[in-house]
């Protein structure tokens, strides 16, 4: 019986290719396909990645080679004065927007689970509206509020008679990317929330413990692993985000701004590919090492577009 | 330490208008165990959170421990250790800084809060466990370590929610028997809720018995074993075989049988019940198999199952309802066969009979 | 247990509609920027469609381009998804551990620089880099672990090695398995997941932007050309439509999410209740 004819009846016989179907998938068991079947169940899948990710993927790292000072190009991001900068300021805006994501939402999301009162589901609702939106369209928010025509210029401007706009610069990107963050960590910390246990402060409290001492010993430690994976996804969003920044201005140095620069503009594929490694390979790094010691915490697949 | 509560006049209606209690009083000497047992839904636990501080009664009512009033007090000013269903230790903890954790809040010093932990963890026999996660104990270790946190901070009063609900048949009668030699060693006035007929009567010196928001009888084992004094305690403390009958100037009537010598009180009243119908609860002693010729009635064997020092029968035909009738384990029966059974009038507790809408 | 309604409810109260109010005037101000005559002048110069209108005219291609794709993404993250979730989740491993964490990657990287692997490798293949399937690619890539992970978060919940072993002692062959057992009970998945590719596959501008070409605007590039050259007006009334789209979306996802995890009901206070 040939392979092909096990695939359309879905048996599970043995065939010459068996041995090494075995040994990648572990042995058949009755109640599962056979080798054959997983393979072909797989193919699809394995020709995606392997054809538009891992060749690509491979085609960029060795066209940073080409670059102006060879294989030196790899670390422009650490030996270039102008990317490092870019690179620091990257950073560290993601870490503020992830401290404030995490603060303003652990504190609201909490609420909004423990307290029962009319709108509650509605203001859940709005809260996570941005859910999806692309970057673009949170940068265009940005602008409604706090652009030459938004709400706050034009508040100030009723007030004191100035009008405050800081859309076009760094403050404007931040206050996008909290913009975007605010409904993945309110969802991330409304989840965790709803999983405590409230036997857990009742048994604090039974013990002694005054308010504070449950939201430190109890609370915050219920709450720890989802602030830790919306945290890490929210600081690897904000590392990468792209589109936000170029509909505010082309002149705010984050580093996927610069990337963007230098490939369209200066044609300098050999150093917009180095950065985009060392940018990609960063983040990654960054949720691989949250969710190995953070256990399956920083899962990037609760990420949504960036 | 020893610390006597009185309940008077508390009564619990939650937010969404359902009362969860009618009034009740009660009163907990030093020292005592007194088991809270009934059905879910019961009010038990409800009882239970308010001694504790988790529930406030309604207006009216009034808690106090040594006279203290402690109606309003939170929980954490009320010094009461708890042990919960879910054991509810901290997770984010070791077995001995969960112990360690109410010494703590109470500002007990390092060096005696050490001392403390170590001794309530030899007593509970998880000494070897002190720096075990939680995550990696067995059922029954997290409800030792849940006792010994409990009691570490030398409560007034020792809370216990179903602590033995989550745990296998034999582990439970295991930790049963240690719980009661604790409680009579620490000689603390303990309140236990749980849902068990066994368990209550193993651990309390006295049993509430609670039935949908109110409390049906108040005694001890021996009390409430042989002498229920409505159908509902009967029936929940293991009389679960009925009959009905008819008194008939002081004598008891049983379809055409007659029985002299029954001792037929009514419980609400304690006026002797002379006539009219009534109904008789007994458990699998209430009946015994025997010859044709001694039998007050004769039935019709249902099911048989072997419990080893006994056979128990599932019997119709004789009341309304098949009976449980037990007989001696070398007995061959075998189910659909006749089978002729004899009233032990003297096991049968007897009621009046309600009308079934009552 | 309900905490008591005193300063601290309110603080938090306020600290919640702020952060409501924070999301949502933007939304509002876009919304009626994009039906009003006159933005400058403000809502007394009164409302219209001449926007919506215009903008339909202007970018009717883009839009309908970002519908089509996101369906050609949706069936063929469905197509790839589905059995590789099957896969992962049925017989797990190093390899497939290792194949997950590769899937994962495409998220996990910046889309500019996945944008650009592609653009190297197939910028090249003229016919294939200016099609609109150019564009699906770099979608398909970013939404496959989407898809993969809701379907197998299902599928390993739902105990199949049972299932299935129940199914085969019926007599049921692998396919019959798989399409009348496995796919069936994998549904909740399989939808959460398909919501979610068409989303984000609605919404993706990173990758998009420097995968498109001035034949191949979606949505969201168009949208970033009328922030960049259009009046205020039509760059809201755009954002507009791609709210009417995007909302229901969001919505069905948002309801779909609370039937899936609703809590499982406690028993202690709400049992000794009457």
Same mark, same amino acid.
């Given at each position: ?10 048996? *599970? ?118 859910? *999806? ?96 994976? *919306? ?46 490694? &060392? ?21 990037? &697949? ?5 | ?63 106090? #421990? ?82 010994? @946190? ?25 930790? @049963? ?24 009567? %193993? ?55 007659? #029985? ?21 609860? #007994? ?13 007050? #009635?004769?039935?019709?064997?249902? %099911? ?7 056979? @128990? ?31 032990? %009038?003297? @096991? ?6 309600? %009308?079934?809408?009552? | ?21 924070? /999301?949502?005037?933007?939304? +509002? ?7 009003? +005559? ?74 500019? $620089? ?23 690619? !770099? ?26 072993? !129940?199914?085969?002692? =019926? ?21 959460? !997941? ?26 969201? +590039? !168009? ?8 009046? =205020?007006?039509?760059?809201? $009334?755009?954002? =507009? ?9 969001? /919505? ?23």
């Amino acid at each position: 019986m040939s392979l092909m004819q096990n695939i359309k009846e879905g048996r *599970s016989r043995p065939s010459f290719l068996s041995p090494v179907l075995a040994r990648v998938f572990g042995q058949a068991t009755p109640g599962a396909g056979s080798p054959a079947i997983l393979l072909l169940l797989i193919t699809p899948g394995l020709v995606i990645v392997a054809a538009f990710f891992l060749i690509p993927m491979a085609l960029v790292a060795m066209r940073v080679a080409d670059g102006p000072d060879g294989w030196a190009t790899y670390f422009v991001i650490l030996t270039n004065g102008r990317y490092f900068a870019s690179l620091v300021q990257t950073l560290v805006m993601s870490a503020g927007v992830t401290f404030c994501a995490l603060v303003l939402c652990g504190i609201c999301g909490l609420f909004l689970v423990r307290n029962r009162f009319a709108g509650r589901n509605m203001i859940t609702a709005l809260l996570t509206l941005p859910l *999806s939106f692309p970057g673009t369209v949170v940068g265009f928010m940005v602008i409604m509020l706090a652009g030459r025509q938004g709400a706050i210029g034009s508040m100030t401007n009723a007030l004191f008679d100035e009008k405050l706009v800081f859309a076009y610069n760094i403050s404007g990107l931040f206050i996008g990317y909290l913009y975007f963050s605010i409904p993945r960590v309110i969802l991330a910390v409304m989840a965790s929330a709803q999983k405590l246990d409230p036997q857990l402060e009742e048994a604090a409290r039974s013990l002694g413990a005054p308010t504070w001492r449950v939201v430190k010993d109890v609370i915050l430690p219920g709450l720890m692993p989802g602030l830790i994976s *919306s945290g890490a996804i929210c600081f690897a969003t904000a590392m990468g985000a792209f589109g936000t920044a170029f509909t505010l201005a082309t002149d705010i140095d984050v580093l996927p701004m610069v990337i963007y620069t230098e490939f369209t503009r200066n044609a300098n594929v050999a150093v917009a590919a180095s950065l985009s490694i &060392a940018l990609g390979a960063m983040t990654w790094a960054f949720l691989a090492s949250v969710r190995y010691f953070a256990g399956n915490s920083g899962d990037v &697949a609760a990420r949504g577009g960036a | 330490m020893t610390t006597q509560i009185k309940l008077h006049d508390c009564a619990k209606t939650f937010a969404d208008g359902t009362r969860a209690l009618a009034p009740f009083d009660l009163e907990i000497t030093g020292g005592e165990t007194v088991v809270l047992l009934g059905p879910s839904g019961c009010g038990k636990t409800t009882i239970l959170r308010m001694i504790a501080g988790l529930e406030f009664p309604d207006a009216g009512g009034k808690i106090t #421990f040594d006279g203290d009033d402690v109606t309003r007090q939170s929980i954490e000013k009320r010094r009461v250790g708890m042990v919960f269903q879910s054991y509810a230790l901290f997770p984010n903890m070791s077995v001995a800084q969960n112990v360690a954790y109410g010494l703590k809040v109470h500002g007990v010093g390092r060096d005696e809060r050490d001392a403390r932990v170590t001794a309530m963890l030899e007593m509970m026999h998880i000494d070897m466990l002190a720096d075990r996660a939680i995550d990696q104990l067995s059922g029954g270790q997290r409800q030792r370590v849940a006792l010994a @946190r409990a009691i570490a901070v030398q409560p007034r009063v020792l809370l216990l929610d179903e602590p033995l609900t989550a745990l296998d048949a034999k582990l439970r009668v295991r930790l @049963r028997t240690e719980i009661n030699g604790l409680l009579r060693k620490l000689g603390i006035t303990a309140v236990y809720v749980t849902h068990d007929q066994e368990e209550a009567m %193993a651990l309390g010196d006295r049993i509430v018995v609670m039935q949908k928001g109110k409390i049906a009888q108040i005694g001890t084992p021996r009390e409430i074993y042989r002498k229920p004094q409505s159908p509902f305690v009967a029936d929940f403390v293991g009389a679960a075989n009925r009959l009905d009958g008819q008194m008939h100037d002081g004598r008891l009537h049983i379809g055409e049988r007659v #029985f002299d010598a029954v001792d037929a009180f009514d419980p609400r009243h304690g006026d002797i019940i002379d006539q009219g119908p009534v109904e008789l609860y #007994f458990r699998a002693d209430g009946l015994s198999t025997c010859e044709a010729g001694d039998a007050d #009635f004769t039935g019709r064997v249902e %099911a048989v199952s072997y419990l080893g020092e006994r056979l @128990r029968l599932t019997v119709s035909g004789i009341g309304s309802m098949p009976v449980i009738v037990d007989t001696h384990p070398d007995d061959v029966i075998s189910a659909g066969t006749p089978v002729h059974c004899r009233v032990n %009038a003297d @096991r049968l507790t007897v009621f009046p009979a309600v %009308a079934v809408n009552s | 247990m309900i905490m008591g309604r005193d300063w601290k409810f309110y603080a938090q109260l306020g600290l919640t509609i702020v952060l409501c109010l924070f /999301i949502m005037i933007p939304v +509002v101000m876009s919304a009626l920027a994009g039906v009003t +005559v006159n933005v400058f002048k403000g809502l007394s110069s009164g409302l219209t469609l001449r926007w919506i209108f215009e903008v339909w005219d202007l970018y009717a291609a883009s839009i309908v381009r970002s519908l089509g794709i996101s369906i050609a993404c949706l069936l063929v993250t469905l197509v790839a998804g589905v059995p590789l979730a099957y896969v992962l989740v049925r017989r797990p491993g190093r390899l497939t551990r290792l194949f997950e964490e590769l899937l994962t990657l495409p998220v996990a990287i910046p889309g500019l $620089a996945l944008a650009l692997a592609l653009l190297i490798t197939y910028g090249g293949f003229g016919q294939y880099r200016m099609s609109w399937l150019f564009i699906l690619t !770099g979608h398909v890539l970013f939404t496959l672990p989407f898809m993969v992970r809701s379907v197998a978060a299902v599928m390993a919940a739902m105990d199949m090695k049972t299932l299935e072993e !129940g199914a085969a002692s =019926l007599g049921a062959g692998f396919w019959r398995r798989f399409f009348g057992v496995i796919v069936p009970n994998a549904k909740p998945g399989i939808l959460a !997941g398909a919501l979610m590719v068409v989303t984000l596959s609605i919404g993706e501008f990173n990758l998009t932007w420097m995968l498109h070409t001035p034949l191949t605007k979606t949505l969201p +590039v !168009g949208l970033a050309d009328a922030y960049a050259s259009m009046r =205020l007006e039509i760059g809201s $009334a755009y954002t =507009l439509i791609f709210f009417v789209l995007i909302v229901p979306l969001l /919505i069905a996802m948002q309801a779909f999410a609370d039937t899936a995890k609703r809590p499982p009901k406690r028993d202690d206070t709400a049992e000794d209740t009457i």
